[in-house]
């Protein structure tokens, strides 16, 4: 009895990322499994096997686990050729990334990969043995069933003898061969003249010679009925065939042996089989090329110690390839896709290493390139050829590519990196227009991953409290009275030092964490409000504070404004939300109500940013706004020297703004002179440069102190 593999240890409990894994591999091979397993058995079944990749993957040492799993797949009915192909190709896609694996283990994985398709061989190869013992079986007793019915049984047993698939040959004691069905023939490419009448021995390799002995001295000895080996035998053309050979020793009915039958099978045919199905695990079907996890094991050993001095990585990556598929179906994209890369075969074939490493990715890895000129020239040949249409019919369809190109030296460096690097660089040639390349820029790569280094830690940067909020003074400009502090949210990185706010408000909204912050920020400034409320009364000047696209958008807004109110002791009057004006064509209808329902529960609105000749304004007609303010152009139009124009269009703007009827603020005002001015114009309220930098909750005190 075959032990069965991936069988759950004692006191495992399966958790949920293997039967996620399980369920998705079951999904994989789908219709291809053909097994008299329910779903739910055949998912617990692959949940079990993934246990055993999984310990396999992690650690390096033996396979035989993975082994066991590839002939448990056959056990259980998991025969087909197209299921072992799609777990092998699930597997090498899937596997490292599901359990969060490093990329390092791609090398393990190609041998835990061959494994299991060795363990699937040897499965498919006691199976058919068996299946030959059965046949083998079946041949004896029509054989001693020929001996008492005579020749009607006998007749029987010469077809099936001479119709069997199965390589058949009847021996004497002294292993003269008696007879030889057509599928011997044809196994060792002898006609039936030669073989019948000669010795078996003479068809052994004199190699295996012994071996055979052995076997007879068993068969004879009363230990076994039958015995089985792997012999090589020699065909006709000289060349040895190697065959796993099972012989039975038929007695008569006296018991003494009479004659033995061998049933032979190739194993080169099996062999080749699991070449085959290694080779599919490790290539893209639909174009023939490598697949990823093919082209990292190269890239890997590029970067050995005893690879090239230098290397060349190009990417190509199609641009907008969905349109082809969505246009004209998969089987119009899949020619595509085998046309890119017949173009690519033909420009780099000669000269580097091809992949497709993505759906609509390929890959070339150069060893020791003549220059980067030379490569960027086989790039803009391969992008000429990409350019010629494939014909559908009468449509002739085209794609274009995005290509990164990395040249460095390759000698201790590292394959994950690399993979970054181009992928980065493919980013570029998308982002400056697509249907181009880009060279890899060191300099570039490293002005790029500080902010998205910064974007990725701001989570972590909140949970240790790097985060504050300063507080900027809004002041009259007619007697410099304090009449607004406007909530500024700060990032003092432990590296960075103080991230600017600008900068900021770009990574939030890249990280998606521009919801919590932003309602950490609300919460804080509300808080330090309350305190200073509370301590100065009618003195305390109003909170005011940026409301972000993102919290616009967010459905529980006023609940959530009216909770921090309510929770911190700020009345709502002492509140005042400001939002961009460039907000206005990135939020709903419904979310502009839901800013006008804050103002019905007391808290004021301003529209910042305000500029003229605003697509929106029938929507900014429609807010119930406490002000309007603005900063910039109409603000330096006003400073001492001037353009004339700049001021004339500063004054005309601002008397647009005011003909909203609601009072004006200034930001960033920066000299006296513009302060002057905005005062003598109606402006209500300024803040900017000019009265200092932004305060801390403390330094907010001590003013409020001193008034």
Partial sequence: ??????APRPGEEPGDSR???????????????????????????????????????????PTSTVQRVGRAMVEHGLVSALTLERTLAFLGDHVLEHFNLPVERTKRLMSVLGALAAGFADGLRVRTLDQQEQT????????????????????????????????????????????????MLAMLGRPAEELVGASGRELVHPGDQAALT??????TADEHDHVRAELRLMGGDGEPVAALVAVALVRDDSGAPAYYVAVLESLDEVRALQSQLVRQSLNDVRTGLANRAQFVGWLE??????????????????????????????????RVLAAVAGHLRSVFGDVGQLARTGADEFAVLIRDPVDVPTVVALVEEALDLLAEPVWVGEDGVGVSASVGVVVRGARGGDAADLLRCVDLTVRWAKEDGKAQWALYDPERDRRQRTPLRLAASVAGGLEQGDFRVDYEPVYSPVDRSLVALEAR???????????????????????????????WALEQACHDAARWHAEFGAAAPVLTMDLTARQCQEPELVAEVRRVLRESGLPASGLKLEVDQRMLGLVSDEQLEELSILTEHGVDLVLDRVGGGNPWTERLRTLPLSGLKFQGGPVRGLAEGADPLEEDVAIKLIGWVMSFGVPVHAADVRTEAEERRLAELGVTAVQGPLFGEPLPADGVARILGKS
């Fill in 301 to 334: 050993n590029a970067v050995g110690s005893r690879g090239p001095a230098t290397l060349a990585l190009v990417v190509f990556d199609l641009d907008g390839f969905r349109v082809v598929n969505d246009a004209f179906g998969h089987e119009v994209g899949d």
């Fill in 489 to 519: 949210l700060r990032w003092d990185h432990p590296e960075e030092g103080l991230v600017d706010p600008l900068e900021l408000e770009s990574l939030v909204a890249s990280t998606g964490m521009a919801a919590r912050l932003g309602a």
């Fill in 19 to 61: 039967g996620q894994f399980a369920h998705r591999w079951a999904a994989a091979i789908g219709s291809t499994a053909v097994s008299v397993l329910p779903r739910p058995r055949l998912e617990a079944l692959l949940a079990s096997f993934t246990t055993d990749l999984h310990t396999a993957l992690r650690h390096d040492g």
């Fill in 214 to 219: 052995r076997l007879a001295e068993r068969l």
């Fill in 136 to 183: 083998q079986t079946r041949v004896l007793r029509l054989t001693r069933s020929a001996e008492l019915a005579l020749r009607a049984s006998e007749a029987k047993f010469r077809a099936v003898f001479r119709t069997s698939p199965a390589a058949i040959a009847v021996t004497a004691l002294d292993g003269v061969l008696l007879d030889c069905n057509d599928a």
């Fill in 1 to 6: 009895m075959v032990e069965q593999a991936g």
